[in-house]
């Protein structure tokens, strides 16, 4: 068969009926109005690939790489077409036929799966950031992602990893919370672990306070979305067959994740392309602020009396956390809870903000465009903080506003329970 994977989804495919609901708020056929940016003109051209009307040409490629992963058109679709599986299948067809990019092929074979080779890696870039940031003006026009000469907003990749600020297992102290979760694992992602150990330092300790016990396996590996989003399968399946291995082997009752993306493949994708041992895993996987929820932290918070440290704070949806697992209520009903803490609403809160992990790397200057639309709704709220569930998000908004000349502080979930509890004198969560 010329084109196994496409065949594979070729009743997708065959479900689309051309009614176009997917356009409405896909980023990337709305910024450029080009019918072959938004889903329904990508599922049209697959469709004449699989009739050998068309061939996997260059300039379809492009196209195909210009999605954000967002989900939008999965969820608009009226007829469920599973719009990311097509795509993400086509990704694999290309990368079969030898079409991928060859640096992101070895990056996802041999430093994904390996996390002392990867925090190497981030060590190098480090270096070019650090670079890159101390470059005179002068230099600017002469340096990549710096359009308009205004650099951009990089992570700290020297920052100590969280893998070695954290334990592999710490027991609680705090009195155990009735429920049937006692012990947790956290999956951190690759993120988390190299450039936001803050936020895996905040998520340890909010589950410590709830008496629950936590395990942080230090073998666990990419989550392997950008394997995965890449389309290079083989990659994809080594770490999914290594990430069950390892959390399988626990005595769990919940894999906690704080990165939108990381939960939302945990959960959902791995189905793809695991063994039977799958449902064990990914039935155990949850979002940080869902289980916070569900185990009635906000009502804990809520009765905490308040300090004089005020703060007014918006929150982005990650596409992941919304669209991927339906968490959207969780974080707002934390942000509300907390004392001394005004949630305002942006405008569309849930609009991709153009991060994506590579997308934003491979394709920067749309991504600025969809950062900025994101950026002026930010302006909007005239926010202290804003709050979000991911670190690619994290990252692509505190540029996006940097650009729009705002120096509003962009932190997570956990950052913020740290910010409005401490600063306002709650030490004890329980007490
Ligand atoms: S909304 Fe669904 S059925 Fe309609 S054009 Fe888009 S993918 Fe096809
Ligand atoms: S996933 Fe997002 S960017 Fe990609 S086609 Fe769908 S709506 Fe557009």
């Known amino acids: 068969m010329k084109y196994e994977y496409l065949e594979s989804v070729r009743t997708e495919i065959e479900k689309c009926v051309r009614c176009a609901a997917c356009q409405s708020g896909c980023p990337t056929y709305e910024d450029s109005f080009s019918e072959t940016l938004s889903a329904r003109g990508k599922i049209h051209l697959l469709n004449a690939v699989l009739d050998g009307r068309l061939n996997f040409s260059s300039r379809l ?17 009226p007829t469920q077409v599973d719009t990311q599986k097509i795509f993400s299948f086509s990704l694999k067809q290309i990368n079969k036929s030898g079409g991928g990019s060859v640096l992101e092929s070895l990056v996802f074979k041999y430093v994904l799966p390996y996390p002392k080779r990867l925090s190497f890696f981030a060590k190098l870039v480090g270096i070019f950031c650090f670079c890159y940031k101390v470059a005179p003006k002068w230099l600017i026009g002469f340096l990549p992602y710096s359009p308009g000469g205004v650099k951009r907003v990089l992570p700290n990749f020297w920052s100590k990893n969280l893998r070695n600020i954290l334990s592999e297992t710490t027991p609680s102290l705090a009195n155990p919370i009735k429920s049937s979760i006692s012990k947790v694992a956290y999956f951190s992602g690759c993120m988390t672990d190299l450039a936001f150990s803050t936020t895996g330092e905040s998520v340890v300790k909010h589950l410590l306070d709830m008496g629950v016990e936590v395990v942080f396996p230090k073998n666990q590996v990419c989550c392997g979305a950008p394997a995965y989003f890449g389309g290079d399968d083989e990659a994809f399946r080594n770490l999914v067959d290594h990430n069950i291995s390892v959390f399988n082997e626990l005595d769990v009752d919940a894999i906690v994740c704080s990165c939108a993306t990381c939960a939302s493949i945990l959960k959902h994708y791995y189905s793809e392309v695991a063994g039977a041992d799958f449902t064990r895993f990914t039935s155990k996987v949850v979002d940080f602020q869902q289980l916070l929820v569900t185990l009635g932290m906000n009502s804990v918070y809520k009765m905490k009396k308040a300090g ?25 009903t934390l942000i509300k809870s907390l004392p001394n803490v005004e949630f305002i609403e942006m405008e569309k809160a849930d609009r991709c903000c153009g991060g994506s992990g590579i997308f934003s790397i491979n394709h920067y200057p749309e991504a600025i465009d969809y950062g900025r639309i994101k950026a002026e709704s930010i302006a909007k709220t005239e926010a202290d903080y804003v709050v979000t569930s991911c670190p690619s998000c994290q990252l692509h908004i505190a540029d996006a506003l940097n650009r729009f000349g705002l120096s509003t502080p962009v932190i997570s979930g956990p950052e913020l329970l740290d910010l409005a509890l401490q600063r306002n004198g709650v030490l004890d969560v329980r007490k």
């Open 61 to 77: 490629q492009d196209d195909l790489s210009m999605c954000l992963s967002c989900l939008n058109c999965k969820t608009a679709c």
């Open 308 to 332: 004089g440290y005020n703060i007014r704070v918006t929150y982005h949806d990650p596409c992941h956390l919304k669209r991927g697992l339906g968490v959207f209520e969780q974080p707002r």
